[in-house]
């Protein structure tokens, strides 16, 4: 069985300039760099028709996981995400996101939506939405480490928000 994750926060800014850098190569190095752990890397990013692909790596060093965690995995962890991104019409653009642990059976799934809420003309409010699901294929364990993936995703979307916030503060 799969749990949820549901991600909605709201922004100052448009949603045309949270794309241009939810999307842009330095600010996917920079988040990686503030957020990625000692093994990030910025893997491949494209430029389509349609709109933007891009993976990423993350590390988490196996002394910051829980011990329940540290027992399946046994080692730091290594999670690639990918994520594609296009725009729905004027103001709205939609993604999907998935992501896998090296070495460990667990998958993450999702879509994410970026809309701006009123005229944007008038107002620079924006709402970022997240929906996805962990699974994680292991006997008797699979339900305690879906628990544990889908609360470390949970505050990685929350720490990242805070990171757009101030990059785009700085580079607005």
């Given at each position: 069985?799969?749990?949820?994750?549901?991600?909605?926060?709201?922004?100052?800014?448009?949603?045309?300039?949270?794309?241009?850098?939810?999307?842009?190569?330095?600010?996917?190095?920079?988040?990686?760099?503030?957020?990625?752990?000692?093994?990030?890397?910025?893997?491949?990013?494209?430029?389509?028709?349609?709109?933007?692909?891009?993976?990423?790596?993350?590390?988490?060093?196996?002394?910051?996981?829980?011990?329940?965690?540290?027992?399946?995995?046994?080692?730091?962890?290594?999670?690639?995400?990918?994520?594609?991104?296009?725009?729905?019409?004027?103001?709205?653009?939609?993604?999907?996101?998935?992501?896998?642990?090296?070495?460990?059976?667990?998958?993450?799934?999702?879509?994410?939506?970026?809309?701006?809420?009123?005229?944007?003309?008038?107002?620079?409010?924006?709402?970022?939405?997240?929906?996805?699901?962990?699974?994680?294929?292991?006997?008797?364990?699979?339900?305690?480490?879906?628990?544990?993936?889908?609360?470390?995703?949970?505050?990685?979307?929350?720490?990242?928000?805070?990171f757009m916030t101030e990059w785009l503060a700085r580079h607005a």
């Amino acid at each position: 069985m799969a749990r949820r994750i549901e991600h909605r926060s709201t922004s100052e800014w448009a949603a045309a300039q949270v794309y241009a850098a939810l999307v842009d190569v330095d600010f996917l190095i920079d988040r990686l760099n503030e957020l990625g752990g000692a093994s990030s890397a910025l893997v491949s990013h494209e430029e389509t028709d349609d709109g933007v692909r891009f993976q990423v790596r993350h590390g988490v060093p196996s002394d910051e996981l829980p011990a329940v965690a540290r027992t399946v995995v046994g080692s730091d962890l290594t999670i690639d995400r990918s994520e594609s991104w296009r725009q729905a019409e004027e103001g709205h653009y939609s993604g999907e996101v998935a992501a896998e642990i090296s070495g460990a059976p667990c998958s993450i799934t999702g879509s994410m939506w970026l809309r701006d809420l009123g005229d944007p003309d008038t107002s620079a409010v924006s709402e970022f939405v997240v929906s996805g699901a962990v699974r994680v294929s292991l006997p008797f364990l699979g339900g305690k480490l879906e628990d544990i993936v889908a609360d470390q995703v949970q505050k990685l979307l929350v720490a990242e928000e805070h990171f757009m916030t101030e990059w785009l503060a700085r580079h607005a």
